[in-house]
C-alpha cells in the first residue's frame, strides 16, 4: 500500500502527501550513526505487517528516486545474506551492478574492516579480574590468542552480520572489557557508517531528504 500511495503521489500529487511519505522514512533509513542508535524502528520494519522483502524495498526507493535512503536500504538488503540478497523472485531481483555491489561492500565489512580490528587491533590490554577471558598475560601468546579469537566470534556472530550494532557477550568478559569494546566499536563504527557504508555499497555518499 505504501509503495502504491508513493507512486501515485508521485505522478499525480499532491506533493505535500508524498513529502510526509518520505518523512516517515527518516527515521527508519537514518544517514547519521546518531539516528540509527535512537532510532525505534530501523529498514522495512516500518512498514509494518506483512514485513517487505529488503530487497524489493531497495527496488521501490531506487525506482521512486529516494536517493538518501538508499545506502541503508542496500546495507539491510545485505544483512539477509547471499541467498536472499540474490533472490529471483518477481520484485525482488536486484539490478546487477547494484546486487555486485552490495555482495562486495557487505564482504569488506564482515571480513575485512571490522571485528578484526576492533578485537585485535583495539589494544585491550590484559583484564586484572580473574572471571574474564581476557585476564590471560599477555606472555601467554596462545592462551591470549584464544581468547581474543573468542571474543572475535561472539561479536562477528551474535549480530548476525550487523556491524554497526554491539552485541551482548553475555558472561564472556567482564562489564568492564565489555564497555571498552563497545567504546572501541562506536569510533569504528562512526568511521564506517559516515565515511565509507555508502561507498563500498555502491554509493557515492549520504543525501539528506
Not at 501515485?8 to 540509527?36: C, H, N, Q, S, W
Not at 532510532?39 to 531506487?62: C, I, W, Y
Not at 581474543?148 to 556472530?157: I, Q
Amino acid at each position: 500500500m505504501f509503495a502504491s500511495l508513493l507512486r501515485m503521489t508521485t505522478k499525480y500529487g499532491p506533493p505535500d502527501v508524498r513529502e510526509g511519505l518520505i518523512k516517515d522514512l527518516k527515521g527508519a533509513y537514518p544517514t547519521k550513526l546518531e539516528d540509527f542508535t535512537t532510532a525505534e524502528t530501523l529498514g522495512e520494519d516500518v512498514f509494518g505487517s506483512p514485513r517487505p522483502h529488503p530487497n524489493a524495498v531497495l527496488n521501490l526507493f531506487l525506482e521512486q528516486g529516494i536517493t538518501f535512503a538508499s545506502p541503508f536500504a542496500a546495507y539491510r538488503a545485505g544483512l539477509g545474506g547471499p541467498s536472499s540478497l540474490a533472490s529471483d523472485e518477481p520484485g525482488i531481483v536486484l539490478p546487477r551492478p547494484i546486487l555486485t555491489s552490495i555482495i562486495e561492500g557487505m564482504w569488506v565489512i564482515r571480513q575485512v574492516t571490522g571485528y578484526t580490528s576492533i578485537v585485535h587491533v583495539g589494544n585491550m590490554g590484559v583484564c586484572p579480574g580473574g572471571s574474564c577471558i581476557l585476564s590471560a598475560g599477555t606472555r601467554q601468546t596462545e592462551q591470549r590468542m584464544e581468547a581474543l579469537n573468542k571474543v572475535f566470534n561472539v561479536m562477528s556472530g551474535r549480530n548476525e552480520g550487523d556491524a554497526l550494532s554491539f552485541p551482548s557477550l553475555g558472561n564472556l568478559v567482564c562489564l568492564n572489557c565489555e564497555k571498552r569494546l563497545e567504546t572501541i566499536q562506536l569510533d569504528w563504527r562512526k568511521r564506517l557508517f559516515w565515511a565509507k557504508l555508502p561507498r563500498l555499497l555502491g554509493w557515492g555518499g549520504w543525501e539528506e531528504a
